[in-house]
């Protein structure tokens, strides 16, 4: 079945720090992927999307690439801001390979500090 | 436009109970997803129901779970005879499109039940 995973947690890292969390996957169809952030007692709210191979989304300064080749997602930022502090989640959506709801990674908790 | 909406927030059961978890979708949408977050754990998939129609519920455990999404009202997810292992986060998500059309969901703030 499908899978995501992304680097553990959690991220330490001063303001203003570049920030890389990692993100690779195992689909059966052509995924779409996503990164999700969940601030403290909020729900997911989406952060970035790629449809297809090579697409870029980006968002807030964030930005992932879409890699099939490495089958990766990574989730990049280069100056960091303490409201940035929250969980962030890698999924993918895979209706063709015959799953309707998304697919998550377990997360990664950054906390960023002053 | 309210977003998705999960009532209660906060919910304490003891073992042998039953707990009901409801979700109001946003406005104009007719899908609705149901996720649980088991701690230490991202979110899984449980079922995918449009109005009155159950699509996918691949993810729900075979026994004591259900869900529904009737014509009126919120979607309900239902658990009978809770047990300690059911202490997570239940998240809701809804979206406009579903099955092979993608379309973003927005989730809820999320259900948390304690069972004790």
């Known amino acids: 079945g499908d899978s995501v995973t992304q680097m553990e947690g959690p991220v330490t890292l001063s303001e203003e720090a570049f920030l890389t969390i990692n993100c690779t996957y195992t689909a059966t169809g052509y995924p779409s992927l996503f990164w999700y952030v969940q601030y403290p007692g909020e729900g997911l709210q989406l952060l970035l999307k790629?449809?297809?191979?090579?697409d870029k989304g980006s968002n807030k300064g964030f930005e992932a690439t879409y890699r099939k080749e490495t089958t990766s997602f990574h989730l990049e930022k280069g100056s960091v801001q303490v409201s940035d502090s929250a969980v962030y989640f890698c999924?993918?959506?895979?209706?063709?390979?015959?799953?309707?709801?998304?697919?998550f990674g377990k997360g990664t908790h950054l906390i960023i500090q002053p | 436009n309210a977003g998705v909406m999960q009532n209660p927030r906060h919910l304490v059961r003891r073992r042998g109970q039953e707990a009901r978890l409801r979700c109001s979708p946003m406005?104009?949408?007719?899908?609705v997803y149901w996720y649980r977050q088991l701690p230490e754990e991202g979110l899984k998939f449980m079922v995918y129901?449009?109005?009155?129609?159950?699509?996918?519920e691949s993810g729900m455990p075979k026994e004591r779970f259900s869900a529904e999404f009737p014509k009126e009202g919120p979607s309900i997810l239902r658990i009978q005879q809770v047990v300690r292992g059911d202490s997570a986060a239940y998240f809701c998500?809804?979206?406009?499109?579903?099955?092979?059309?993608?379309?973003?969901?927005?989730f809820g703030p999320g259900t948390r039940l304690t069972v004790t």
């Open positions: 129901l449009q109005k009155e129609n159950i699509i996918d």
């Open positions: 999924a993918l959506s895979d209706p063709g390979g015959g799953a309707d709801g998304l697919t």
């Open positions: 998500a809804s979206s406009t499109k579903g099955g092979t059309s993608w379309a973003e969901q927005y």
């Open positions: 406005k104009g949408h007719s899908h």
């Open positions: 790629a449809t297809k191979a090579d």
